[in-house]
């Protein structure tokens, strides 16, 4: 790809996807993608157990009804977060605009960083209110591996955000 502003080669060239596909950001973006649909999809899936004696369902997260719910929100807006900055990818070379595209790298930075703040916070919940977690709320075991999924991605994903932040298309 030929030099030009902000990583991007001249502007109203032809869409590649072969060269997106290979771009650094664009893969850990696709991988950020896949890690908050693991940790959503956990969630929904197994982090919710009924009760046979009270006859009502509870996140197994220390039957805090909190730490799914962040746990779910993180994961769906990050999973949508992700989609709008992989359009932005793919619209990235058409952008004319200097300007225009120092505030697509620049708010893809902030974004970022912002989103590996919230794994982290994320992480850190989760992980602690697994760990607080009496054993006899779950005597069966039942969903404990999508339990301990949602927690290892959420830490992986820290990463992933975080290298988005250094390699931002600059």
């Known amino acids: 790809m030929e030099g030009g502003a902000y990583g991007a080669g001249k502007a109203g060239g032809a869409f590649d996807p072969h060269t997106l596909l290979r771009q650094p950001h664009t893969i850990l973006r696709v991988v950020s993608w896949l890690f908050s649909i693991v940790v959503f999809g956990s969630i929904v899936n ?16 220390n039957r805090n009804p909190n730490a799914c719910s962040y746990g779910v929100a993180v994961g769906v807006l990050a999973f949508l977060t992700c989609l709008l900055y992989l359009a932005l990818d793919v619209y990235f070379p058409q952008i004319s605009s200097v300007k225009d595209r120092k505030k697509a790298v620049l708010s893809d930075i902030g974004v970022s960083a912002f989103w590996a703040f919230l794994w982290f916070v994320g ?48």
């Open 46 to 61: 197994e982090g919710y157990l009924n009760s046979p004696s009270e006859g009502k369902e509870f996140c197994i997260y």
């Open 123 to 170: 992480f850190c919940y989760l992980a602690n209110q697994w760990q607080v977690s009496k054993p006899k709320d779950n005597p069966l075991n039942e969903g404990t591996d999508a339990a301990r999924a949602a927690i290892a991605f959420s830490f992986f994903s820290i990463f992933t955000w975080i290298s988005g932040v250094t390699w931002a298309p600059c």
